[in-house]
T-cell receptor, first 115, second 118 residues
Framework: GAVVSQHPSRVICKSGTSVKIECRSL??????MFWYRQFPKQSLMLMAT?????????EQGVEKDKFLINHASLTLSTLTVTSAHPEDSSFYIC???????????FGPGTRLTVT | AQTVTQSQPEMSVQEAETVTLSCTYD???????LFWYKQPPSRQMILVIR??????QNATENRFSVNFQKAAKSFSLKISDSQLGDAAMYFC???????????????FGKGTKLTVNP
C-alpha cells in the first residue's frame, strides 16, 4: 500500500518559537493532503485541506496565520506552527490522497510538546 | 453538515468472541463512502473496511464485516473471532462521493475504545 511519512515523529519546542512538521508521500503523488489534530482520547479534528500548488483551505476556527500549510510539491506538505504556545501541544496527523480516488493514506503522526 | 455518531465510548470482548461497534451518521446526500479505521496504541491510522453507499451488499474483510443500513443511516462493524491485536480505538468515518465534488475530507466519529480480554 501507499506510504506516508511524517517528520519529526516527536518534537519539543519552547513557547514562542516556530516548528515545522513535514508530511511526505513516499511512493505516490498526492494531489491533496489533510492535516489533523488529535487531543488525548479524542477523535481527529481536521485542521485544513491542501491541494498541490494552491492555498490551503482551513476549517472554521483554525487560525491560518498560526498554522501555516504549504503544499509545494506532489510529495510534500508542511505544517508550521508559529509562535507556539503550550496549548498547541498535541498530536498532529497528516493524510494524503489522490484527487478522484476515495482512499486517504495516513502518516504516523507527530507529537508536539511546547514547554 | 454531515455528522458521525459513535455511541459506545468503550467496549470489551473476550478473545475469540464476536463484538459489534455501532455507528450512525447524518447526511442529506445519496451517494457517499463510509469507513472504519483502527488506531492502535502506536497512533497509526489503519483502514479496516470501507463501504460505498450505492452498494447494497455489506462489505467484508476477513474477520471484519459491516452491517450497512442506508435507510436507517447505520453502519456497524462486526469483529469475529476477536484477537488481542484487535485492541485499539475504532473510528467510523464518512466522506462525500467523488461524483458530487467538493471537499474530499473525512468526517470522523468520536471513536470507540475496544479492549480484548484474554
Amino acid at each position: 500500500g501507499a506510504v506516508v511519512s511524517q517528520h519529526p515523529s516527536r518534537v519539543i519546542c519552547k513557547s514562542g518559537t516556530s516548528v515545522k512538521i513535514e508530511c511526505r508521500s513516499l511512493d505516490f503523488q498526492a494531489t491533496t493532503m489533510f492535516w489533523y489534530r488529535q487531543f488525548p482520547k479524542q477523535s481527529l479534528m481536521l485542521m485544513a485541506t491542501s491541494n498541490e500548488g494552491s492555498k490551503a483551505t482551513y476549517e472554521q476556527g483554525v487560525e491560518k496565520d498560526k498554522f501555516l500549510i504549504n503544499h509545494a510539491s506532489l510529495t510534500l506538505s508542511t505544517l508550521t506552527v508559529t509562535s507556539a504556545h503550550p496549548e498547541d501541544s498535541s498530536f498532529y496527523i497528516c493524510s494524503a490522497g489522490v484527487t478522484g480516488t476515495y482512499e486517504q493514506y495516513f502518516g504516523p503522526g507527530t507529537r508536539l510538546t511546547v514547554t | 453538515a454531515q455528522t458521525v455518531t459513535q455511541s459506545q465510548p468503550e467496549m470489551s470482548v473476550q478473545e475469540a468472541e464476536t463484538v459489534t461497534l455501532s455507528c450512525t451518521y447524518d447526511t442529506s446526500e445519496s451517494d457517499y463512502y463510509l469507513f472504519w479505521y483502527k488506531q492502535p496504541p502506536s497512533r497509526q491510522m489503519i483502514l479496516v473496511i470501507r463501504q460505498e453507499a450505492y452498494k447494497q451488499q455489506n462489505a467484508t474483510e476477513n474477520r471484519f464485516s459491516v452491517n450497512f443500513q442506508k435507510a436507517a443511516k447505520s453502519f456497524s462493524l462486526k469483529i469475529s473471532d476477536s484477537q488481542l491485536g484487535d485492541a485499539a480505538m475504532y473510528f467510523c468515518a464518512y466522506r462525500r462521493s467523488l461524483t458530487q465534488g467538493g471537499s474530499e475530507k473525512l468526517v470522523f466519529g468520536k471513536g470507540t475504545k475496544l479492549t480484548v480480554n484474554p
